[in-house]
């Protein structure tokens, strides 16, 4: 009977692991290669729905939006999650009421967050075209304009997201020795290159991590241009996630969803692997 023991104990995650992860990505990979629409039995058609994804301008259209997405909202929340995070490093009054503050709009849902922030941005009634209009400045559209609306939703992403990336990168400040400062302090180094050559490569894993989680995050961008823009104006919201919902779920093009699912999971994949070359290593 003890022989079996360990493997009655890790048998829940090995039936969970079967049911919920391993049999879904098989399903998957054997549903791009079929027709189904859930009512109808699939129907083998080879390679024809990888032949429709090369041609599928607008898919392409939407994996360029999710680029654009994430080449603001990156580099915006490394800087201010690194910037936070250092201020509170430091001996400040209300250090713990500024953390749980920072902290929370990761806490609140998606979609109230969401809701908010497209009151705060709407044309005629939001708050910020409202000071715009105040000051005697023209409005912005900033949800209906194509050239803006992205960059918007980035903004406020950013903004509901940055508050976890301060605590790791709180948590990786407070792990560097003191000893470096001093050191430092002794040899008459600056503020900027005590930050240069002492704190930044001291944080390389956590900011190698954040960029990752920041990366994985961005890539499932759905909720906030889903209730924000509809993936609108004119397609530049639409982010490839959200794609991949329509043709499952409005359209019922389940083989070519999964196709979908299974080459944007390769592109993800390819975009961390350049990201662990040349972000984790000596800054």
Known sequence: MKKWTPYLLVSPYILHFAVFVAFPVLFSVVLTFHSWNIISPMQYIGLANYKHLFKDRLFWQAVWNTVRFLLVHIP????????????????????????????????????????????????????????????????????DDPAVAMYSIAVMATWKNVGLYIILFLVGLQSVPMQYYEAADLEGATNWQKFRFITLPMINPTIFTVVVLSTISGFSLFVEPYIMTQGGPMNTTLSAVMYIYRQAFQYYHMGYSATLGFCFALIILFVVIIQRRYVEQEV
């Open 76 to 143: 915006l929340q490394l800087i201010v999650a690194i910037v936070m995070a250092e201020l509170l490093n430091r001996t400040v009054r209300g250090a713990s009421f500024f953390r749980a503050a920072f902290f929370l709009p990761v806490i609140v849902s998606g979609v109230v967050v969401t809701i908010l922030w497209q009151q705060l941005l709407s044309f005629n009634s939001g708050l910020l075209n409202r000071l715009l209009a105040a000051l005697s400045v023209p409005r912005i559209a900033w949800l």
